[in-house]
């Protein structure tokens, strides 16, 4: 094949030395750190609305309304941990030490779980609370698929401790090898998991706090109501909205566009 069609195809390299997609996706990496900020303080408000339990959190007995507001604000806490830990090796401002890369990477997987683990005690505690009335546990498909993500997720996280953290003699060169394949496909797809679930987790909380408006004739304008939509409901909207786009931000920032498959000659 010829070179230059190749490199043309292939779009390698701007006239300034550097691919032009690269840029597009350093820009989409530094959103998601952003998004992953903005997503942070959107919760903090939607839990401080009294539509969700009076307003703000709690951890006491007999106060389940506001107990539970604990737990979207540490999956979403550790869902921005997971955001910047995906993008721990990919971005410009990262040490040229792969050895103080992994340390960060680890460091943020971890705090993303002890934050999840949090959010996860919040919602039995809540529920399970006999001063404000039992609530049943895992009925939803936001809570089945949360248990799943959670189980991959530990899945992942000692996969990637025990082959890569740790120096295990007994795990081979081409075993770790084949590993890091299987850890870089289940990484990403754990985080639009995680994305996921916390989106279905908005729409049930939604679903509880009313986000619908009434009418007395066909709602061929919707957007004549939208004052009419609740505060809380606005908000978790845009919460929603920005998780969705952190998703899609962080996706493209880390997808190999090379076109060359992982261990698979390349055919000129």
């Known amino acids: 094949?010829?070179?230059?069609?190749?490199?043309?195809?292939?779009?390698?390299?701007?006239?300034s030395g550097e691919h032009w997609l690269l840029r597009f996706q350093h820009h989409a990496g530094v959103l998601s750190h952003i998004l992953a900020l903005v997503a942070v303080c959107m919760v903090s408000l939607?839990?401080?609305?009294?539509?969700?339990?009076?307003?703000?959190?709690?951890?006491?007995?007999?106060?389940?309304?506001?107990?539970?507001?604990?737990?979207?604000?540490?999956m979403v806490v550790a869902f921005a941990f997971m955001t910047i830990s995906s993008l721990s090796f990919f971005m410009q401002w990262r040490s040229a030490d792969?050895?103080?890369?992994?340390?960060?990477?680890?460091?943020?997987?971890?705090?993303?779980?002890?934050?999840?683990?949090?959010?996860?005690?919040?919602?039995?505690?809540?529920?399970?609370?006999?001063a404000s009335g039992f609530i049943a546990n895992l009925y939803s498909l936001h809570s089945w698929i949360g248990i799943a993500v959670i189980l991959l997720y530990v899945a992942q996280f000692l996969a990637g401790v025990?082959?890569?953290?740790?120096?295990?003699?007994r795990i081979t060169p081409s075993t770790r090898a084949k590993v890091m394949n299987l850890?870089?496909?289940?990484?990403?797809?754990?985080?639009?998991a995680a994305a996921f679930t916390i989106l279905l987790g908005i729409q049930e909380k939604e679903g509880f706090i009313g986000c619908s408006y009434?009418?007395?004739?066909?709602?061929?304008?919707?957007?004549?109501?939208?004052s009419e939509i609740p505060r809380a409901c606005k908000i978790s909207h845009s919460l929603g909205i920005i998780v969705f786009t952190m998703a899609l931000c962080t996706t493209f920032a880390l997808y190999d566009f090379s076109g060359v498959p992982v261990n698979r000659p390349r055919r000129d």
Request: aromatic share 12%; glycine share 8%.
């Open 1 to 15: 094949a010829n070179p230059s069609v190749s490199t043309a195809l292939a779009g390698t390299e701007s006239s």
């Open 46 to 74: 939607w839990v401080s609305d009294e539509a969700m339990g009076g307003g703000g959190v709690s951890w006491t007995d007999g106060d389940a309304k506001r107990v539970f507001n604990w737990h979207p604000v540490m």
């Open 98 to 130: 792969r050895k103080v890369n992994k340390t960060l990477h680890v460091v943020q997987w971890t705090i993303a779980a002890i934050c999840a683990s949090i959010g996860l005690v919040a919602v039995f505690k809540s529920h399970n609370d006999a």
């Open 162 to 169: 025990l082959s890569f953290a740790l120096n295990i003699q």
């Open 214 to 226: 009434k009418v007395d004739q066909a709602d061929t304008f919707p957007l004549n109501h939208f």
């Open 183 to 192: 850890h870089k496909f289940f990484g990403p797809t754990i985080y639009l």
